[in-house]
T-cell receptor, first 112, second 112 residues
Framework: DQQVKQNSPSLSVQEGRISILNCDYTNSMFDYFLWYKKYPAEGPTFLISISSIKDKNEDGRFTVFLNKSAKHLSLHIVPSQPGDSAVYFC???????????FGSGTKLNVKP | NAGVTQTPKFQVLKTGQSMTLQCAQDMNHNSMYWYRQDPGMGLRLIYYSASEGTTDKGEVPNGYNVSRLNKREFSLRLESAAPSQTSVYFCASVRDGYQPQHFGDGTRLSIL
């Protein structure tokens, strides 16, 4: 049973507009959440994270929002750029167990 | 500045053959992980090692064995390869606590 779900396999956005990627989780004990970006033939690279004591974290064009009551995580990219086209994975972990659970990924296509 | 290094990058095996995938990290990280990535399935944890000398099963351990050779190296062995093990394998490491994982670039394994 998947504990982290990304229900949109793909998303297409125009350059300059906002991209919103969503992620849901089932385990209320998760206390650390991450987004990774993956280009073809490369490993995932860390993008941004948030701990469960916060509801928002920003890093440049990237903002992650956490809604603990809804068990929902989202990544906003503003403005979107063609170089952002990649597969995005969300992940969640439990501090004491040092295990990470990944969603199935959303492929973002930013059109010029 | 190597980070996480995986060897080999590509491999083709015949059913029943064995092989070992190698992973090494130079960041003095405590925990190391092996994942497989299949289309639409995201990253699934095979085995992980929370510290030198310990290993634990993940979501999909059947058909695999691991060795945490020292703090730097974590290998994954397929004793008798099966076509269902055709996948892209990623190794990752993390220091501890609220830190993101660092990934290697993957090993693309095909079993005929």
């Amino acid at each position: 049973d998947q504990q982290v779900k990304q229900n949109s396999p793909s998303l297409s956005v125009q350059e300059g507009r906002i991209s919103i990627l969503n992620c849901d989780y089932t385990n209320s004990m998760f206390d650390y959440f991450l987004w990774y970006k993956k280009y073809p033939a490369e490993g995932p690279t860390f993008l941004i994270s948030i701990s469960s004591i916060k509801d928002k974290n920003e890093d440049g064009r990237f903002t992650v929002f956490l809604n603990k009551s809804a068990k929902h995580l989202s990544l906003h990219i503003v403005p979107s750029q063609p170089g952002d086209s990649a597969v995005y994975f969300c992940a969640a972990s439990l501090y004491n167990f040092n295990k990470f659970y990944f969603g199935s990924g959303t492929k973002l296509n930013v059109k010029p | 500045n190597a980070g996480v290094t995986q060897t080999p990058k590509f491999q083709v095996l015949k059913t029943g053959q064995s092989m070992t995938l190698q992973c090494a990290q130079d960041m003095n990280h405590n925990s190391m992980y092996w994942y497989r990535q299949d289309p639409g399935m995201g990253l699934r944890l095979i085995y992980y090692s929370a510290s030198e000398g310990t290993t634990d099963k993940g979501e999909v351990p059947n058909g695999y064995n691991v060795s945490r050779l020292n703090k730097r190296e974590f290998s994954l062995r397929l004793e008798s390869a099966a076509p269902s093990q055709t996948s892209v394998y990623f190794c990752a490491s993390v220091r501890d606590g609220y830190q993101p994982q660092h990934f290697g670039d993957g090993t693309r394994l095909s079993i005929l």
